[in-house]
Nanobody, 127 residues
Framework: QVQLVESGGGLVQAGGSLRLSCTAS????????MGWFRQAPGKEREFVAA????????NYADSVKGRFTISRDNAKNTVYLQMNTLKPEDTAVYLC????????????????????WGQGTQVTVSS
């Protein structure tokens, strides 16, 4: 069983940057594929980015490509989401997710394929 705790959210002006962190406990750093999702009020949960167990592969939603970067430090059991050039439409609760399966680029864009979830961290981008 793994527990995920997100941090780093906050209020930022449009064009600004934030770095989210997700630290896992209860498992080793390279055991899980890690993903970031977001959910805005009244909207469905949306895929943002995912990274393979070793960090060698990643995938991004089209809406964040070129602005967001996912990375991981397995020695610290932590995955990061660097968010640059933030837009008001990026406002949402950002959730970290983990799964112990085998990397598949498309498979891990779907929230139902992750077994473990954090509680989320709020990101608010003002215009």
């Amino acid at each position: 069983q793994v527990q995920l705790v997100e941090s780093g959210g906050g209020l930022v002006q449009a064009g600004g940057s934030l770095r989210l962190s997700c630290t896992a406990s209860g498992g080793t750093g390279s055991t899980y594929i890690m993903g970031w999702f977001r959910q805005a009020p009244g909207k469905e949960r949306e895929f943002v980015a995912a990274i393979s167990k070793t960090g060698g592969f990643n995938n991004y939603a089209d809406s964040v490509k070129g602005r967001f970067t996912i990375s991981r430090d397995n020695a610290k059991n932590t995955v990061y989401l660097q968010m640059n050039t933030l837009k008001p439409e990026d406002t949402a609760v950002y959730l970290c997710a983990a799964d112990g399966g085998t990397w598949s680029r498309y498979y891990y864009t779907r929230s139902q394929h992750y077994n473990y979830w954090g509680q989320g961290t709020q990101v608010t981008v003002s215009s």
